[in-house]
């Protein structure tokens, strides 16, 4: 039996607390300074391309629309991010918000140079800050379908209003609308059948989750179509509100090749004066 007395290591465990709470603000505040960085790089190396399109637009757009227009952008990005954190928490995630908030960011930004990009972008940016709360690559690509299936449903339902001024056939729309309700209830039948692996991914698809699905879709489509319909009017073209939701959809589909992303330019913007 011993009776050595050892000193009291409270105040060395205090310290080491100390000292990895510094070390992780000050990996966050470089984490911080980079992102900044890159993000100020990435707009410079647009903007590099565009620089007469950026100075016309700033020459013809009124200070106050343009606050309006980036304060609704704002809110696309935020409703649509949210709308992510659904699906990926119905997916079997338990993510933070802030971390999952800031992968969006990631895949954000990567679309405003290329937009075929900014899925894969947040999505690998989930997995790296959140290996062991995230879903799976598969589950995380299946999470997508859910909320693209909304917004390709509202282009279907809002192509209505092309039909008199491009001349539609009023039977093009009615079947469009039927194919994307048949695409629903099959995205349903395969969630309820299977529901694990990839299909994890579609598991909002048949829980109450749905309906926060669709109204932070629709949020984020409103929200952008108001800012496109901004800056529409602030250069001289007048389009369809309603209108503009397809011309939206189907130029981000056509660019990109994935429906979902928010674009950083005004959707339509073809000059074609629709009455």
Not at 31 to 56: I, K, P, Y
Not at 58 to 82: K, W
Not at 217 to 242: K, S, Y
């Amino acid at each position: 039996m011993s009776l050595e007395l050892h000193p009291p290591t409270i105040g060395l465990d205090e310290a080491d607390e100390c000292g990895l709470r510094l070390s992780s603000f000050r990996r966050r505040a470089g984490l911080s300074v980079l992102g900044a960085l890159a993000v100020t790089g990435v707009l410079g190396f647009v903007l590099a391309r565009r620089g007469g399109q950026f100075s016309a637009a700033l020459d013809s757009a009124p200070i106050v629309l343009l606050l309006l227009a980036v304060l609704r952008q704002i809110l696309a990005l935020l409703a649509r991010s949210e709308a992510w954190n659904v699906c990926v928490r119905a997916a079997g995630g338990t993510v933070s918000r802030r971390l999952l908030f800031r992968a969006a960011g990631v895949g954000y930004l990567a679309s405003v140079v290329n937009g075929s990009v900014g899925m894969a972008a947040r999505i690998v940016s989930l997995r790296r800050v959140a290996p062991e709360s995230a879903p799976r690559v598969p589950a995380l690509l299946a999470a997508e379908v859910p909320i693209i299936t909304v917004e390709v449903a509202l282009a279907a339902i809002f192509s209505f209003t092309l039909i008199a001024p491009l001349g539609v056939p009023w039977w093009a729309p009615v079947i469009a609308v039927a194919i994307i309700g048949g695409a629903v209830a099959a995205l349903r039948r395969v969630s309820e059948r299977h529901r694990t692996g990839l299909w994890a991914g579609l598991a909002v698809v048949r829980n109450k989750g749905r309906g926060r699905v669709i109204a932070f879709t629709m949020l984020a489509v409103c929200a952008q179509v108001a800012r496109n319909w901004l800056m529409l009017r602030a250069i001289g073209v007048r389009e369809a509100v309603l209108g503009g939701v397809l011309a939206r959809q189907e130029r981000n589909h056509a660019r990109s090749g994935h429906v979902g992303e928010p674009n950083d330019e005004p959707a339509g913007v073809d000059r074609q004066r629709l009455s």
